[in-house]
Nanobody
Framework: VQLQASGGGLVQAGGSLRLSCAASGRNFSNDKMAWFRQAPGKEREFVATIGISYTGYGRPVKDRFTASRDYAENTITLQMNNLKPEDTAVYYC?????????????????WGRGTLVTVSS
């Protein structure tokens, strides 16, 4: 099973980026998928999770980020608008796990390598 995240880069504050994560080796249509991020020197932080009938966001990104899934393509995306310097982090996609809905990293089984997002002020 592989999760391949892409779309990171350098952007100025107020700008936008779109991250994508393609899953292979397993069909996650019945599983939750999510985005987490980790800034230097900080713990991994929940960003967004999306399942068949729900979507949830972390408080720092709510109303600025939008997660979506393409169940046929086995992908998850994250549209990030109005980016702030504090959004700078490595962004990871995650999937799977028995818990149906979760904001905890420990409830996800599969992880991608991450893509770096840098927001300059």
């Amino acid at each position: 099973v592989q999760l391949q995240a892409s779309g990171g880069g350098l952007v100025q504050a107020g700008g936008s980026l779109r991250l994508s994560c393609a899953a292979s080796g397993r069909n996650f249509s019945n599983d939750k998928m999510a985005w987490f991020r980790q800034a230097p020197g900080k713990e991994r932080e929940f960003v967004a999770t999306i399942g068949i009938s729900y979507t949830g966001y972390g408080r720092p990104v709510k109303d600025r980020f939008t997660a979506s899934r393409d169940y046929a393509e086995n992908t998850i995306t994250l549209q990030m608008n109005n980016l702030k310097p504090e959004d700078t982090a490595v962004y990871y996609c995650a999937a799977g796990g028995r818990v149906v809905i979760s904001t905890s990293a420990t409830d996800y089984v599969y992880w991608g390598r991450g893509t770096l997002v840098t927001v300059s002020s």
